[in-house]
């Protein structure tokens, strides 16, 4: 069984970075694509980016291109990162990581919180004006 534990999460002002971490542990997810979602209050939970098992093909949505980066390591220390520049206040919101366990080494990515299988517990992200 698969574990996910978010952190890095925090206040920023506007303009700020921060970096998300994502870390795995029990069952591998070497071989699986992964992705970050967020969910602010009073809204559903939304897209944010994915990584394919090798880290060859992300995605993100447009409102976040060119300012975050999704990016992984597939070592002993299985880590997904989501380095986040420019925040602004519409970024605030729970950040999530999640595994979508399918079709090891396929190199797909998945765009809807319904492919994926495990997630973690979040982390909260405030972008101060």
């Known amino acids: 069984q698969v574990q996910l534990v978010e952190s890095g999460g925090g206040l920023v002002q506007a303009g700020d970075s921060l970096r998300l971490s994502c870390a795995a542990s029990?069952?591998?997810?070497?071989?699986?694509?992964m992705g970050w979602f967020r969910q602010a209050p009073t809204k559903e939970r939304e897209f944010v980016a994915a990584?394919?098992?090798?880290?060859?093909?992300?995605?993100y949505t447009p409102s976040v291109e060119g300012r975050f980066t999704i990016s992984r390591i597939n070592a002993a220390k299985e880590t997904v990162y989501l380095t986040m520049n420019s925040l602004t206040p519409e970024d605030t919101a729970v950040y999530y990581c999640?595994?979508?366990?399918?079709?090891?080494?396929?190199?797909?990515?998945?765009?809807?919180?319904?492919?994926?299988?495990?997630w973690g517990q979040g982390t909260q992200v405030t972008v101060a004006s």
């Open positions: 999640a595994a979508a366990l399918r079709g090891p080494y396929n190199g797909a990515l998945y765009y809807v919180a319904s492919d994926y299988d495990v």
């Open positions: 029990g069952r591998s997810v070497i071989g699986y694509a």
């Open positions: 990584i394919s098992w090798n880290g060859g093909r992300t995605s």
